[in-house]
């Protein structure tokens, strides 16, 4: 018998398929190689972002870097080749409670991704991220001002009850003082917090329109997630033992990044100081 018939019985495939598979050998490890120098690009970028980072984010990074940059699929399909993941927070189980309240109403995408604003104070984002620290984790919801980058108020707690927001809210409110710009507008994701009646109710009552991100999509809200990713980097928070040297080290970050943190897309001022600048244009 032939030994290459044995050998496709023996493996069950047909002797067709066994030269069709050879002829395209070089084929198979020229996309290998590619496939592997693709790998190494892309975990040089998920490195620099301490594995905080997902297809999306690393997508946007390979647009930056590359005039041809490769697909979203085929970047999901390498992380999942090589087996690297985004080293994400846990997902919000307010979320799962939302979806089955009723009264809970989400709102258009009214921002739209204008993230290139002239005028202070007229449009703000708003988040929450954790931060985890000797085991412990503690919340920390911010508002940031799109045209100077500013972290207008923000609000640290060691639960995700509604008061982290309301509390937030109350903060800008004392921030704008009788100063509300009439097309102010605060944009936010579709979470269990913002979708919440009484915060609507609180934002309305404040003059300010409501916007939110489509959903499951954080690119609609990129700024504030750049801020927290940056401030994670930037912050030595893990070693920190107790909540109240926690909030303290918060409270500095915020005033070193709005006064000190000098920004390249800001012609290299600090918040504070683009802010002053656009006040004078």
Known sequence: MNSVS???????????????????????AIRENNDYE???FLKCIYDAFKGKVGYRGLYMKVCELLENPMNPKK???LMRKYNFFAKVRRANPYKNIAKATQEHKTLPNRLNREFTQDEPEKVFLTDITYLKYRGKTA?????????????VAYELSQTLKMSI????????????GNNIHPEAMIHSDQGFHY??????????QMNLKQSMSRRGNCIDNAPMESFFGHMKDEMDYKEVHTFEELKQLVNQYMIF??????QWNLK??????????????
């Open 257 to 262: 990044y709005n006064a000190s943190r000098r």
């Open 38 to 40: 693709d790998y190494l």
């Open 139 to 151: 919340y920390l919801s911010c508002v940031k001002d799109v045209a100077t980058r500013e972290i």
């Open 6 to 28: 044995e050998l496709c019985t023996v493996a069950h495939v047909s002797r067709s398929g066994y030269y069709a598979w050879l002829r395209n050998t070089e084929k198979h």
């Open 75 to 77: 970047i999901r399909r």
């Open 165 to 176: 927001v309301y509390n937030t809210l109350a903060k800008l409110e004392e921030k704008l």
């Open 195 to 204: 979708t919440h009646p009484e915060f609507q109710k609180r934002v309305k």
């Open 268 to 281: 290299k001022m600090t918040p504070a100081e683009y802010r002053s600048h656009l006040i004078a244009a």
